[in-house]
């Protein structure tokens, strides 16, 4: 099974891109949002998210995602000690999820593929890339969240142009329909691909 990554800063509009692939019969798989459901599913999780920050880190059995947020926003010794707990139950999800798949390829969506250097997990990566003043615009617009938030998160992942030159498609997501035209070029290419392999 051909398994590609698609990446993207925030607010580049990679939900949106993922949710026209999933249009074209392409099955997806957000590994972000795995990520927070494990966290609130799996015991060994919780447990080993509470030995890291403490009782506060559930409240009402629920994961605190805006405590987790504030401890490791400056802080990435224990964001990466809090990835360490994560994205092993992550990947052996996705497996799962995988053999029940029978399509020619799926999609993998994760945030920082790059930045932790997962490209080996992918036979191609999409990157979703647009204007940072259109990215900053649109999660203000999400998460009711100021500028200045917005572009240290930014600041943290790594650049659009680097993203890009380390991907096999880039789609530029500054407007839909441009964006989905070069998504139908994309799946079309990547079909191609797998045909003559």
């Known amino acids: ?88 139950k ?26 932790n250097n997962l490209q080996s997990q992918y036979h191609y990566i999409i990157t979703v890339i647009a204007d940072e003043d259109l990215r900053i615009k649109r999660v203000m617009k999400r998460d009711n969240t100021s500028k200045e938030k917005i572009k240290s998160i930014i600041n943290n992942q790594l650049s659009d142009k680097e993203k890009a030159e380390k991907s096999d498609f880039v789609i530029v997501n500054n407007d839909l329909l441009v964006a989905k035209n070069q998504a139908d070029k994309v799946h079309n290419e990547i079909l191609q691909k797998i045909k003559h392999k």
């Open 1 to 88: 099974m051909v398994v590609v990554g698609l990446t993207g800063g925030i607010g580049s509009g990679k939900t949106t891109i993922l949710n026209y692939f999933k249009s074209l019969g392409v099955p997806i798989y957000l590994a972000d949002d795995e990520a927070k459901a494990l966290m609130n599913r799996s015991k060994v999780i919780k447990r080993k998210l509470v030995a890291l920050f403490g009782e506060e880190a559930y409240k009402d059995d629920k994961l605190n995602r805006p405590y987790l947020a504030s401890k490791i926003f400056n802080d990435k010794a224990l964001l990466d000690k809090m990835n360490a707990i994560v994205h092993p």
């Open 90 to 115: 992550v990947a052996s999800h996705f497996k799962r999820w995988l053999q029940k798949q029978s399509s020619t390829y799926v999609i993998k969506e994760a945030a920082i593929i790059f930045e």
